[in-house]
């Protein structure tokens, strides 16, 4: 019988803060810009440059550190890196790594048959590196330092995920509750949020630890999902052919679908870590943590609770929306302003993320002000205007941020509310399909759906069908001839004068 | 002297951290000063430090931080000033790839 | 015109302010004496006559239309040339930096700026500011002032010769391990080198982090007082600034009546006066200390616990953090690059190779190897539980005496050509200077004697952290006492 293998998984993310400037220095961390103007001596590396901490940095690494249920090191400290590199200008990294500023912490994340708790070892600040562009033309590498000294936390895992679900899962957490907290947008394809995946294979069954190899450049979900599982089995043939796996860093390529390792003698891979002699130690007092946990928001389960006691929403209509901050952020502020909170729900449910699936967007990029949406609901259910043009409102609303109102005056998607008009269009439907309208007097009361359609065709659906639907029943019923046309108005006196 | 204290393969690691490439003459040379000098500091070993906490700054007064708000403008021009080589607003540096 | 080489630094700023001298007259006369004492004593790198002339006439102007207001405004000053200059080059004394043109200036620079002083150059110094000799250089071998076949000591060796030569009336130095401190006493001026934090570090280019000091060096202690207030206080753009502990040196702090001293408590470490140290020096040392116990201070020969591990301690760290501070000069973003254009790593090898010369290159490697793997924890951890045990050492010393009196050096200034051979023995001279860095301490160093070499000898007070301000006081008092020490300028008739 075939050996039994487990693959066992842990994450090195690095989360990109949304500050205005940089760790150390008043530059903007703004992204974009000509390459190196958002610089100073200080993120150049220029000779006599210090570095002064941001106090924005902390504060969100502390917030990020409660959320993920970590221990705070009250005295936490920053080290240098040393490697040479040319995107890094001093040629050391200012990190963490003896008193890093959270540790021991977790989060929990939903698994077959109720949620999985996966560890946190620590979370530590640090600066980013430069930028590097490969020039073919002249055969060299460009350096750019806009990117320099952008703040990150760099958030280790414990090796407590197996599959490449659990991983996917863990990273949506987490970037979750860094959007709940607005301290990050997480974007995987920007490099926002960078995920380097630590992962060895053992026999099933054993407590030790394969050899691990670290995968990096990995910029989608999905580019993810394929190196775990092109390295669990290249690391599983390996041991079946009894070789070992060689603890290496593996790059991800992304166009061939697969990883190659990086190798070079010059990377001695020896970071000299030493306490920064630049910067004072951090001291986080009880008062800070204690102010911080009271500003931390709600963060998704509670205000799903919430949802469901407050606006009386299902259970899952509740955990949906609060998927994403900016959907749930949406969905109050709308149902607040239409007064219809499930009507809300279900616009932001179906066709919300139907458009999205459709643009392959997040719902994170929705920008689209609350009014405009409650405006649409509160029309809709004045029988202002039909279903299907409220619809396309709505796209547009999602698209162009549109106001909704002058948008369907413009465009001349209004219910037509004048009855005149209603009551022409049926005379006339009535009058063109006798048939049906035979077939309805003699009990087939289904052909009413055609009738409304047939009504709505003619006005060119810019009438409330609740409202055709009532008074064509409503003409049928009571008065049968009233809107027949002249000769099969005689035609019926006729009949009747014969019945007398 | 006993063994080596910086065995080749140690001296060559030093140089790639380092990063120097020294002729094998200074290589001897640099060699032997540092045994010297690391011998002599090993006066220290005499130190009991086993209950001694390392001290890092000497003084410490307490957080010193910035507040989040950009003081920095366009610095393009003087981050380029001195460099060896550029193009287009970047630092030209060998092919890293 | 030989009166205005002779005068203090706050009298000669008192006659600008008040209009009995003009600022660009004053530093015309210091410029005519650099380009007369220069090709002599090489004390500087770079001199700009144009641009300190031009200084001297804007500010000749600010002064009287009110916009420069300080003691030393229209003060000509040097200032050693790993401090960076807006325009002006910034070498560090080293091949590796020689066409470097920082674009700012370092905060004791706009500081003096601000105050109307006016630069007149850069002073030469050891390579990176490693060494005690000022011969580590690339560009020039700095005499000294009272000998020419002889160092002015370093690695602030340009900026004391400068003084000494009567070249300037104040410069700044920095102080990593004695560096202001052991070439002011060869050169029989005086230096001091702060506590550490109270002057900013933003813009001196870093040799050891935790160790680097800026301070002033001038003729007397007062000119060095005049100076440090200048310069220090608290700068957001260094995060170890810690400002300088409340007050000023007024003027009348200075004017101190010998008197003073009674009930003073001086310490003088037996280690100090032990081996190694030259007779003469050693005598020196011990008359100025009869001669303030006669003056009513309370004097005391003690142990210094950990004096003998300073100077391991200290050269693991200085070079541990050097190995790091020095990294970011890779030939990318300034500074000398190899014109052999190889691979990326080789670019890196070559232009270190080619930028940096011996001493620095040995630091660099001893410092990557004590924090290399395997050896951190038995060299460079080691170090500070050392560091840990020589402020404890300190504290206790503190609590006896008000001031530690010590000698600056084991030796006079020796012969050029005599130190670097041996670096380990070169090290060792900085037996007396190191421990002060290590522990933060405030330290100046001032002549207290010639020896029959005709060569000054130095002394210094030590104080507790924070305690620059009476460790000024003290050294101003014992001056007094001393008399006037004659300046290498007149002696020499140059």
């Known amino acids: 019988m075939a050996r039994q293998y487990e693959t066992v998984i842990g994450l090195e993310v690095h989360i990109e803060l949304s500050t205005e400037t940089k760790i150390f220095c008043g530059c903007s961390a703004k992204f974009g810009g000509a390459p190196n103007t958002h610089t100073c001596p200080v993120c150049t590396g220029m000779p006599g440059s210090l570095p002064v901490l941001n106090e924005k940095v902390v504060e969100y690494a502390l917030r990020l550190g409660l959320a993920a249920n970590c221990k705070i090191n009250q005295y936490c400290r920053f080290d240098r890196k040393n490697y040479f590199y040319p995107d890094n200008p001093q040629n050391y990294q200012i990190s963490q790594l003896y008193l890093p500023i959270c540790y021991d912490g977790y989060l929990d994340i939903p698994a077959a048959g109720g949620t999985k708790r996966i560890r946190i070892h620590e979370m530590h600040m640090e600066e980013d590196a430069g930028k590097l562009l490969h020039d073919e033309w002249e055969d060299c590498s460009l350096v750019d330092y806009n990117r320099s000294g952008v703040p990150l936390v760099e958030i280790v895992s414990e090796p407590d995920m197996r599959t490449a679900e659990e991983v996917i899962a863990y990273l949506e957490k987490l970037r979750m509750v860094c959007r709940y907290l607005e301290i990050s947008d997480c974007k995987l394809q920007e490099g926002s949020m960078r995920v380097d995946v630590n992962l060895s294979v053992r026999e099933a069954g054993s407590s030790e630890l394969g050899v691990r190899t670290e995968m990096k450049n990995l910029n989608s979900f999905k580019a993810i999902a394929h190196a775990i599982e092109g390295e669990r089995e290249r690391q599983t043939e390996l041991l079946e052919e009894g070789r070992k796996v060689v603890q290496e860093t593996r790059r991800w390529d992304d166009n061939k679908e697969t990883s190659f390792a990086m190798r070079s003698k010059e990377d001695a891979k020896d970071y000299r870590y030493f306490p920064d002699p630049d910067l004072p130690p951090v001291l986080i007092s009880r008062d800070m943590i204690r102010e911080l946990r009271g500003r931390q928001p709600e963060f998704k389960e509670e205000r799903a609770r919430r949802y469901q006691e407050e606006y009386k929403l299902p259970a899952y209509d509740a955990g949906l929306l609060t998927q994403s901050k900016r959907l749930a952020d949406i969905f109050e502020d709308t149902a607040k302003l239409s007064g219809h909170p499930k009507k809300t729900a279900n616009w932001l449910m179906g066709e919300g993320l139907r458009i999205l699936k459709e643009k392959g967007m997040e719902p994170e990029e929705l920008t689209f002000t609350p009014r405009h949406l409650a405006d649409l609901i509160q029309a809709a259910e004045r029988g202002e205007i039909s279903q299907k043009n409220a619809r396309t409102v709505f796209e547009q609303i999602v698209e162009s941020d549109i106001e909704p109102l002058a948008y369907m005056k413009e465009q001349g998607l209004m219910t037509v509310s004048d009855s005149d008009a209603v009551h022409t269009a049926i005379e006339e439907v009535l009058a063109e399909n006798q048939k049906a309208v035979e077939e309805y007097r003699s009990g087939k009361e289904k052909v009413l759906g055609f009738l409304v359609g047939q009504v709505m065709r003619k006005m060119k659906g810019k009438a409330d069908p609740g409202k055709v639907n009532e008074l064509l029943d409503e003409a049928l019923r009571k008065q049968p001839h009233m809107f027949l046309m002249k000769g099969v108005q005689e035609e019926s006196n006729r009949r009747k004068t014969d019945d007398a | 002297m006993d063994s080596r204290r910086i065995d080749d393969h140690t001296m060559e690691n030093v140089e790639i951290l380092a990063k120097l490439s020294l002729s094998p003459q200074e290589r001897e040379a640099a060699r032997e000063k540092m045994e010297e000098i690391l011998a002599y500091v090993d006066k220290l070993n005499e130190l009991d430090t086993d209950n001694v906490e390392p001290l890092v700054h000497i003084s410490e007064a307490g957080n010193v931080f910035r507040k989040d708000v950009a003081t920095n403008g366009d610095g393009q021009r003087d981050a380029l000033a001195n460099a060896p080589r550029k193009k287009e607003g970047q630092y030209l540096v060998p092919k890293t790839v | ?494």
């Open chain 3, 1 to 494: 015109m030989e009166d205005l080489l002779r005068m203090p630094a706050r009298e000669l700023g008192r006659k600008i302010r008040e209009g009995e001298l003009k600022a660009p007259d004053v530093a015309g006369c210091y410029l005519e004496r650099i380009r007369k004492a220069e090709p002599h004593i090489h004390a500087f790198i770079s001199v700009d006559e144009g641009k300190a002339a031009a200084r001297a006439k804007e500010v000749e102007e600010g002064i009287r239309e009110g916009r420069y207001r300080g003691p030393l405004a229209g003060v000509p000053v040097a200032v050693k040339d790993n401090i960076c200059t807006k325009g002006i080059r910034t070498t560090c004394g080293s091949r590796m930096l020689e066409n470097f043109v920082p674009s700012y200036d370092a905060e004791v620079v706009s500081r003096m700026e601000r105050q109307g002083m006016i630069l007149l150059g850069k002073t030469n110094m050891d390579e990176f500011a490693m060494g005690s000799t000022t011969e580590t250089s690339v560009f020039e071998t700095t005499v000294n002032p009272w000998n020419k076949r002889h160092v002015p000591g370093g690695s602030s060796g340009g900026s004391c010769a400068a003084v000494a030569s009567g070249e300037v009336p104040l410069a700044l130095g920095s102080d990593t391990g004695g560096s202001i401190r052991q070439p002011a006493a060869y050169c029989g001026v005086c230096g001091l080198k702060p506590t550490y934090g109270t002057v900013s570090r933003y813009g001196l280019i870093a040799y050891a982090s935790s160790l680097d000091q800026i301070g002033p060096v001038g003729r007397t202690v007062d000119d060095c007082a005049v100076l440090y207030e200048a310069i220090a206080g608290t700068d957001e753009k260094d995060s170890t600034s810690t400002g300088t502990g409340g007050g000023r040196c007024s003027e009348d702090v200075f004017l101190t009546e010998p008197g003073c001293l009674k009930g003073m408590r001086i310490g003088i470490p037996r280690e100090y006066l032990s081996d190694g140290i030259d007779e003469e020096v050693k005598n020196a040392i011990t008359d100025a200390v009869r001669l303030m116990e006669a003056n009513g201070a309370d004097a005391e020969y003690f142990s210094l616990e950990m004096a003998e591990y300073a100077i391991p301690a200290y050269y693991i760290i200085a070079c541990a953090e050097a190995s790091s501070n020095l990294e970011r000069f890779d030939g990318v973003k300034y500074g000398y690059r190899s014109r052999a254009d190889a691979e990326l790593h080789e670019m890196y090898k070559k232009s270190r190779q080619e930028g940096f010369g011996e001493e620095v290159k040995r630091r660099i490697l001893l410092g990557s190897f004590v924090l290399s793997s395997g050896y951190y924890d038995a060299y460079y951890l080691k170090a500070l539980k050392a560091k840990a045990l020589m402020k404890e050492a300190f504290d206790r010393a503190f609590e006896k005496y008000d001031c530690i009196v010590a000698p600056a050096s084991p030796t006079t200034a020796p012969e050029v050509g005599t130190s670097l051979s041996d670096p380990l023995k070169m090290y060792l001279s900085d037996i007396y200077t190191v421990s002060v860095n290590l522990c933060g301490l405030p330290a100046v160093s001032l002549p207290c004697a010639v020896d029959s070499r005709g060569l000054p000898v130095g002394m210094q007070f030590i104080g507790a952290r924070f305690q620059d301000r009476k460790v000024l006081r003290t050294a101003a008092v014992y001056e007094q006492l001393r008399g006037t020490f004659p300046a290498a300028w007149e002696k020499e008739g140059m």
